[in-house]
């Protein structure tokens, strides 16, 4: 698992974790395959909340991304232009980022 779950919530339902794996093969230090792979995984969640949204109008999406990671910055500014142009999702899906305290 590497960098990015996300959280989904309905009311008072437990969290679903789906983690963001980036694939074997996959260079991290290569923008243009991080991009691709970020962007689909967004794509993939706005979609699936988008199919959802009448029916659940409270359910929330969460993608977590731990600030640890030096991916980090790159990532977040990805998922963020993403979901700027999904209109309609801001109420359902935030993005969050939480601090890592490695050992």
């Known amino acids: 698992m590497k960098i990015l779950k996300m959280n989904t919530t309905d009311q008072r339902r437990p969290a679903l974790l789906i983690p963001l794996i980036f694939p074997p093969g996959l260079d ?10 970020v ?9 699936a909340v988008f199919l959802r949204k009448r ?4 359910m929330m ?8 990671q030096p991916e980090y ?9 993403k ?16 601090p890592f305290e490695g050992t």
Not at 39 to 47: N, P, R
Not at 61 to 68: D, F, G, I, M, Q
Not at 73 to 81: A, S
Not at 83 to 98: D, N, S
């Open 55 to 58: 029916k659940s109008p409270k």
């Open 28 to 37: 991290i230090t290569k923008q243009k395959q991080v991009k691709t792979h």
């Open 83 to 98: 979901l700027k142009k999904q209109r309609g999702l801001e109420q359902h899906v935030q993005l969050v980022t939480y």
């Open 39 to 47: 962007e689909s995984f967004t794509d993939a969640i706005c979609d």
């Open 73 to 81: 910055n790159v990532i977040q500014r990805i998922i963020l232009d």
């Open 61 to 68: 999406v969460e993608l977590s991304l731990l600030r640890a």
